[in-house]
Nanobody
Framework: VQVAESGGGFVQAGESLRLSCTAS????????MGWFRQAPGKGRGLDSS????????LYGESVEGRFSISRDNAKSTLYLQMNSLVPEDTAMYYC???????????????????WGQGAQVTVSS
């Protein structure tokens, strides 16, 4: 499975940004997908995860109410809509995937088998 992120960039605090992620090499709707971030000197933490059908999703505490995950299985694409961005959101954002035929989504990065190269998001104050 090849995973690739796009849509990162430089924004001002309060602005919005949408990340996209494509996954190829496996049936997209067999995959649980997730978004993780990693800031310099810090570990990789979950922003959001969504089950294969989109019926279940979960969010990290710091993004709850500001970020929204969604997927278009027909386009094999996952999205992360990021609103009300703050400088603390500055990080490398990674898309991750794991084959999962159940309705589950996962919080831990250890659950995911496939990772993209990352997309840098920088939020200026």
């Amino acid at each position: 499975v090849q995973v690739a992120e796009s849509g990162g960039g430089f924004v001002q605090a309060g602005e919005s940004l949408r990340l996209s992620c494509t996954a190829s090499g496996m049936t997209f709707d067999d995959l649980t997908m997730g978004w993780f971030r990693q800031a310099p000197g810090k570990g990789r933490g979950l922003d959001s995860s969504e089950s294969r059908s989109g019926s279940n999703s979960l969010y990290g505490e710091s993004v709850e109410g500001r970020f929204s995950i969604s997927r278009d299985n027909a386009k094999s694409t996952l999205y992360l809509q990021m609103n009300s961005l703050v400088p603390e959101d500055t990080a490398m954002y990674y898309c991750a995937a794991v084959k999962n035929l159940g309705p589950w989504c996962y919080k831990s990065s250890y659950e995911y088998d496939y990772w993209g190269q990352g997309a840098q998001v920088t939020v200026s104050s």
